[in-house]
Every structure is written in structure tokens, then in C-alpha cells.
């Protein structure tokens, strides 16, 4: 079966490999569809209720996320810094992308008249004055719900909020106010610090881009020298060149044809395709030179040469398909597009390394077995093969030393992997020194949080959130969460309520609070005195809802109809409360986040609550994280187990292929634990990918030593043998798919970088396992599996 492909191949090279160029043109023409989305909520599936009712807030509010500005400028309460700060305003509300602006110079007001309340914007009239400006300053600083939010408590600090219009993209909203930030004119001489969700998400694109073109070209750049130096000929170097580059381009070109965009999971495809399409490549060539020692035509030594590598190059790809697969398992969008697409980029390099290789080698002349080049590549891999061989009798005279030195191994690895943090940060994903780490700490040192949770409160009905009992159940949450650690600024319909209520009697301290079920009005009658109309002061009572809704009235009169536009519906059903928050971590939100369910479930009785946000999503992302860990990670040794289980006929050979993975594995969590490395979205797949590129390794020396065995060599010695005939290749391997994903430990974001390391870690580690743990488990416990191979071998010959 497997030597039917070599067969057709060879019967006429030229056309397969015109074959392949053209459909490489045609799927590679599906790379101009390519986007890019960095956006982390879109890895979140619809059923989760957090996902739900934050898709569900466009439709009910006019902006679901905003950009944040912070500007920290000695001359922000002057007569000139009001005056920049004004035009600053008015120029970021003009951006199409912005919904409305909340900031120091437009915020609301709200003062008391003969006739009810007057609403003014604070910077109007514009302060002309000394005076006018501490007027000013004073003004903003008296209003709880603007201190601490868009000024700081102590005046040396302005924010602005800036609402993003509902169906503009995050991305493009926050480039265009970083434009007006680094415009020398249009920041008004201001440093302007623009953090926010909406922000990480344009830097993440903008990093990714350079990523991607950076790493991806680093990695061709180191498995090139690697290939020269292996094997020192231009075939040795273009062949599996072309087999990677190929391998990225279809799958690219699939992606852009489906319509998935580049995320920052899918960000390091192409380097895991180079990595991994190269070594088909490596263990076919190394093949391929070794049996051109003994001389022949070029297309008996690619047929002889195939016909030993056909089998265990389909299997490999096969199980190295399924770790990715296994992903799939993860429910996180982008990782489960990171594992489909990797492992159709898998299938290709292999389809690439079964036909475009040898139908190349088939029309090229056999390397010259006389040529000094030649001399020299063989000296080097004898050389090299007799060490492995040394190595190999090594591990058959001192077997258990070996296995206790491991098994010592294996135990510290797991006191390791029991302190794996399990951590989620895109700030931290970010440099210390980069523009959106600066801005948030900034941000967070005066004003108290760039990370957003929402709760949405849902009263049921038209008018409900008017009602009294309602709102004094949002005021205590809000109470509560000002008092809890991390958080910064609270922002609801109450404020505003508890303001108007605080001017309309008096503009007292006393009175900064909402209405009651029922509240005592003060009010004048007039009465019949000696026959003359007298007013008479009366007391009277009032249902506090129809305060309430006299308040707002009386506010939408003299403000703008829309100022609540983002804080309650139009119908007063629903109501969203906007909290900020100084960290991303997982740990911070996960704690705080269960606090507030639990202040919800006690407080809230009958009211509904929910939250939503980027809090609430960061920590669904990062449960489903730690589930989705556990599953990938089961799936895919099932697989491979089941793969190589068909492939050497055995359950029990299997199983021994699987046990470097574990070894592997241990290794990788045992590094995380003791590295302080946290498990998240970007670790998580380090797993998946050692098994399915790690089982590599196992599969070439089982089927290696199996064939030894078969030759008639006994346990022992058919280890030194198979070391010389495959272990080089295998350890080559090994190393030029780290250094292809070492490329990734120079990405700027850090998460991206330490899954480079942990991969390459990885393919080290499984190799050794291979070379080391099987060797030794082989000749210990004598698998009778490989015995009754050899009797079958016997019975066939002797029929």
C-alpha cells in the first residue's frame, strides 16, 4: 500500500511536481483573504452566559467598551490647560468611531435653580481666571461620582472615557485615538496614556504583524544553517525548505479561502509548520544519503530508500496530526482553529515530503559517493552514528542506573508540575517598557482600573430600575465594591440619582443619597387667611419612584437626553453598572468575581443580576483553560495510542511508544512549576504539540527496532543497532525542530515566548526519552510483542 505512492510517483516525477506547484498557486492565491482579529472574547462560544450578555449589551446599549486617555500634566488646572483640554474633548468626539466622551472639561453639572436644577458641562463657561479654574477644579472634585473616575483625588490627573460606537471594532477605534495621542499638534502638548481593552486589542495586531514576519523568518533562517550543516548540499537544504514553505502556504491560503482570520493563538502557525514540516524531510534525506553509499540509479535508491521510510513518515504525521486535533477538545476558538488548521498543514508537509521529494531526487544525479563533499558528509555521519552506537551498548550495560537516574527525574518533575501557577494576563503579555503596559500603570496608579466588569441588572419591566428598592440594591453593591481591593471606579444610574436628590434639598452632604420607598417632602399650600391666600409650609408624602422619575425628568430637560444612554435602556428596564478594575490577572478576577456573585445572591433576592465585561470574560477563558488542559491532553495520548497501537499491530508496543510522551510531559510542567511559567491560553498547547510531535521520536526507533529484531538480533543487540541506524536521525530531528521553535522565545509577547521554549524543551526532552527510556524498558521487560514478531518472521521463512 504504502509503496503503491512511491511507485506512481516515480513512474512520472515531472507531473506530480507540476501538480503540486499548481495547486500551491491556487491555495496560496486564498492568502490575500487573510485578517487579522485579536480580539480574546471571540474565543469565547455563545453558550457561556458571560459571552451571551456581552454580545447582547450592543444591541441594548449605544457603546459595550470604551477607550481610556490619561493625562498627567502639571499644567492640566490652568487657565491654558482647561483651554487644551476642551479642544482635546471636542476633537476625540468628533472621531466617527466614538460614541460620546466622558471626561473633565464635558462632565456634567448639576446645580440647583429657582425652577428645579440646572445641568451645565463643567469647563462651561469656558474659566477665563485663576479663580475660575480653582472654581473649576473644586466643581469636579465636590462630585463623588467624578472623583477618583476622571479626576484624581488629588488634582494631578485627568482621565477620559471614551465610548466606543456600538459595531465599530475595537482595533480601529483605539488606532485612531493613539493617532491623536502621538500627533505633536493634536495632542495639544499633552503625553497622552491610552489604555483599555480596546487598546490591548490594537497592539496585540500591531505585535502580531511584526511577529509573525520577525519569527517566522528566524525560523527558516535557523532550520536553513541546520540543513547546511547536516548535510552540506543544496538538495539537502531546498528540498525540505520547500516542503515547509509549501506546508504554510496552503494552510494560509485554506485559512484565508474559510475566512479565519490570524488570532493571537493561530499568530504562530507558521512556525510550528516550519518546525515540524521539516522533519519528514530530515529523516527521508539522511535515508536517502545513506543508501546512495552503496551506489545504484537515482530512482533505485529513492524506491529503496522510501520503501523503508514510507510507512513510519505516514504514521508520524498522522499521530502528530492528531495532538493538534486534540485541541479541539480545549472549546477555546482560537486554540481549537490553532490545532485544525496545524494539523492540515501537517498532512500537507507529509504530502509534500511523499512525493516532492523523491520525485526531485528521482530526476536529480545520486550524490557522487566519490566527491569529497560526499567523503566528508559520510566521515561525519559515520562518525556521529558510531557514538549513538556507543551509546546505545551504554544503555544496555548499565540499564539500571539509567532507569534510577530517570525514575529520580520523573519525581522531581512532579513536585515541580504540583506548582504550576495557573495565570491569565494580557498586560502582562505585554514588555514593561511597552507604551500600553506605561499607560496602565499610570491609569491604575490615579484612577483605579483599566479592566472592565459590568453588571447588568434586569428589573423585568418598563420603569423598574426607578423603583427605589432596586436602586438602593445597586447603591450597596456599589458600596461593596468600592470597598473591595482592585477596584477603582464605579459608574451607574445611581450617582446621578443620589446628585439631583442632594441638589434638590439643599445641596447638603446629608442629603448626597437616594430616595426611599416613601420620602417627606417640604412643600407650600396656600390657605385662606381672613379672607387673603397665605402659604403655608406643608409636609407631604411622595412614593419615591415618582421622586425618581420627577428627577430624571427634570434632569433630561436641562442635560442631554442621552447622558444615561450607557448606564440605563431607554425604557428603564435594564441597567448596566461600569466597574474598573487595576489588575487582568486570573487570580485577582476569579476571587473578586466570586465575591460579587456571592454579595449578588445575598443582597439581590429577586432583582436579577449578571455580570459580563472583560473581567467576567478573562476568567471564563481562563476555566476553560485549566478544563481544557486536562482534555487535550487525554485526548491526545488516546490517539496516538490508538494510531501506533494499528501501526505495530501490539497495544502493548503502544503503549510503550507512549511513555517518553509522559516522561516529556512531566518534564515540561515539573520546568513550569519550578520556572514560575504560568499555564494559559499559550502554554496550554505545549502539551498537545509534545505529544503529537514527540510520539515522532518513538514511533522511528519502535519501528526501527523492530526491524532489527526482525533481522534476527536479540534484545540487546538490536539496541546498538538501531541507534546507528536511526538515532542520528532522530536526534537531528529533535534539534533542528527545537531551534525552529526557539524562533518563538523572541517574540515580543511573552506568552508566545515562553510556549517556544517549552516546545523546544519538549522536542529535546521526548527525543531523549526515545533514545534513552525505550532502549532500556526494551531490554528490561522484553516486550513479547517483539518475540512473536520474530516467530512469525521464523514460521514465514520456513514455509
Same mark, same amino acid.
Given at each position: ?54 454580545? !447582547? ?11 481610556? /486617555? ?11 490647560? /482647561? ?15 466614538? !460614541? ?46 467624578? #472623583?477618583?473616575?476622571?479626576? $484624581? ?44 481593552? %480596546?487598546?490591548? =486589542? ?88 545513506? #543508501?546512495? #553509499? ?18 513510519? /513518515? ?22 481549537? =482553529? ?234 428603564? $428596564? ?44 478573562? #476568567?471564563?477563558?481562563? !476555566? ?60 496550554? %498547547? ?19 527496532? !523492530?526491524?532489527?529484531?526482525? $533481522? ?21 530531528? %529533535? ?11 523572541? $517574540? ?52
Amino acid at each position: 500500500m504504502f509503496l503503491g505512492i512511491t511507485e506512481k510517483v516515480l513512474k512520472d516525477p515531472r507531473r506530480w511536481i507540476l501538480s503540486l506547484v499548481v495547486l500551491t498557486l491556487v491555495l496560496g492565491y486564498g492568502m490575500r483573504f487573510l485578517t487579522a482579529d485579536t480580539d480574546v472574547t471571540n474565543d469565547l462560544p455563545r453558550r457561556i452566559e458571560a459571552k451571551r450578555l456581552y454580545d !447582547q449589551i450592543e444591541e441594548m446599549f449605544p457603546a459595550k467598551e470604551m477607550v481610556i /486617555v490619561g493625562i498627567e500634566d502639571p499644567g492640566l488646572f490652568t487657565v491654558d490647560g /482647561v483651554a487644551r483640554l476642551v479642544r482635546l474633548t471636542h476633537r476625540f468626539e468628533s472621531l466617527d468611531v466614538i !460614541q460620546s466622551v466622558m471626561g473633565p472639561t464635558n462632565a456634567r453639572i448639576i446645580e440647583a435653580a429657582d425652577d428645579g436644577i440646572v445641568v451645565r458641562e463643567a469647563a462651561d463657561p469656558l474659566p477665563m481666571t485663576r479663580a475660575d479654574v480653582e472654581a473649576f477644579e473644586q466643581d469636579l472634585l465636590d462630585q463623588p461620582m467624578l #472623583r477618583g473616575a476622571i479626576v $484624581s483625588d488629588d488634582g494631578k490627573a485627568v482621565a477620559m472615557l471614551l465610548f466606543i460606537r456600538a459595531g465599530v471594532r475595537e482595533a480601529d477605534a483605539a488606532e485612531q485615538v493613539i493617532a491623536i495621542a502621538d500627533d505633536g499638534e493634536a495632542n495639544e502638548g499633552f503625553t497622552i496614556h491610552v489604555a483599555g481593552r %480596546a487598546a490591548a =486589542t490594537y497592539w496585540s495586531k500591531i505585535m502580531m504583524g511584526r511577529d509573525m514576519g520577525m519569527l517566522s523568518g528566524a525560523a527558516l533562517a535557523i532550520v536553513i544553517l541546520l540543513l547546511l550543516v547536516s548535510f552540506r548540499s543544496a538538495r539537502g537544504v531546498l528540498l525540505p525548505l520547500t516542503v515547509v514553505v509549501s506546508s504554510v502556504v496552503w494552510t494560509l491560503g485554506l485559512m484565508g479561502y474559510l475566512g479565519h482570520p490570524i488570532t493571537h493563538s493561530t499568530e504562530v502557525l507558521p512556525i510550528l509548520l516550519i518546525a515540524i514540516g521539516v522533519a519528514d524531510g530530515i529523516h527521508i534525506l539522511k535515508g536517502y544519503y545513506a #543508501r546512495a #553509499r552503496r551506489g545504484g540509479t537515482a530512482r533505485d535508491i529513492v524506491f529503496d530508500t522510501m520503501a523503508d521510510l514510507n510507512r513510519p /513518515v505516514i504514521l508520524t504525521s498522522i499521530t502528530t496530526a492528531c495532538g493538534f486535533l486534540a485541541l479541539n477538545t480545549s472549546g477555546i476558538e482560537s486554540i481549537m =482553529t490553532l490545532g485544525f488548521f496545524t494539523a492540515f498543514g501537517v498532512i500537507v508537509a507529509m504530502v509534500f515530503s511523499l512525493v516532492l521529494i523523491p520525485a526531485a531526487l528521482a530526476l536529480l544525479e545520486p550524490p557522487a559517493t566519490s566527491s569529497g563533499a560526499a567523503e566528508n558528509r559520510r566521515g561525519r555521519f559515520a562518525a556521529v552514528e558510531l557514538v549513538a552506537e556507543r551509546y546505545g551498548a551504554f544503555l544496555v550495560r548499565r540499564k539500571g542506573a539509567v532507569a534510577g537516574g530517570v525514575g529520580v527525574v520523573i519525581v522531581l518533575a512532579i513536585i515541580g508540575a504540583t506548582m504550576v501557577p495557573v495565570e491569565m494576563s494580557t498586560i502582562s503579555n505585554f514588555p514593561s517598557d511597552h507604551p500600553l503596559r506605561k499607560a496602565t500603570d499610570m491609569i491604575n496608579r490615579h484612577f483605579g482600573g483599566t479592566t472592565s466588569l459590568v453588571v447588568v441588572v434586569e428589573g423585568g419591566e418598563p420603569d423598574a430600575i426607578k423603583d427605589p428598592a432596586v436602586l438602593e440594591k445597586m447603591d450597596k453593591l456599589e458600596e461593596y465594591l468600592r470597598a473591595t481591593p482592585h477596584v477603582g471606579s464605579v459608574q451607574s444610574i445611581t450617582g446621578f440619582i443620589k446628585q439631583l436628590h442632594r441638589v434638590m434639598h439643599g445641596d447638603t452632604d446629608s442629603a448626597y443619597r437616594l430616595p426611599h420607598e416613601l420620602e417627606e417632602e417640604k412643600g407650600f399650600d396656600y390657605v385662606e387667611v381672613d379672607g387673603k391666600e397665605v402659604a403655608k409650609e406643608v409636609t407631604f408624602t411622595v412614593p419615591g419612584k415618582e421622586l425618581v422619575a420627577q428627577y430624571l425628568a427634570l434632569y433630561e430637560m436641562s442635560g442631554k437626553p442621552d447622558d444615561f444612554a450607557n448606564l440605563v435602556t431607554y425604557d428603564y $428596564s435594564t441597567a448596566k453598572m461600569n466597574v474598573l478594575i487595576d489588575s487582568d490577572r486570573a487570580s485577582v478576577l476569579n476571587a473578586l468575581v466570586a465575591d460579587v456573585r456571592a454579595f449578588i445572591a445575598d443582597n439581590f433576592g429577586d432583582v436579577k443580576a449578571e455580570l459580563t465585561g472583560m473581567a467576567e470574560l478573562l #476568567r471564563a477563558v481562563n !476555566q476553560m483553560v485549566i478544563r481544557g488542559q486536562g482534555w487535550s491532553i487525554l485526548s491526545s495520548l488516546i490517539l496516538v495510542w490508538i494510531v501506533t497501537s494499528l501501526m505495530f499491530r501490539s497495544s502493548i508496543l503502544g503503549v510503550f511508544s507512549t511513555l517518553p510522551l509522559f516522561f516529556s510531559l512531566f518534564l515540561n510542567f515539573g520546568v513550569m512549576g519550578m520556572g514560575g511559567i504560568a499555564l494559559n491560553v499559550m502554554t496550554m %498547547a505545549t502539551s498537545s504539540v509534545a505529544v503529537g510531535v514527540g510520539i515522532d521520536y518513538a514511533i522511528h526507533f519502535v519501528h526501527r527496532y !523492530q526491524h532489527e529484531r526482525l $533481522s534476527g538480533l536479540d534484545f540487546e543487540t538490536a539496541v546498538p543497532a538501531t541507534m546507528r541506524a536511526s538515532g542520528v536521525a532522530i536526534m537531528l530531528n %529533535a534539534v533542528t525542530v527545537a531551534a525552529g521553535f526557539a524562533a518563538l522565545t523572541f $517574540s515580543e509577547f511573552h506568552g508566545v515566548a515562553e510556549m517556544g521554549f517549552l516546545i523546544a524543551l519538549t522536542m529535546l526532552t521526548s527525543a531523549f526519552a526515545a533514545l534513552t527510556i525505550l532502549p532500556v524498558v526494551f531490554v528490561m521487560f522484553r516486550p513479547a510483542a517483539f518475540t512473536r514478531a520474530a516467530r512469525a518472521r521464523d514460521l514465514k521463512q520456513g514455509e
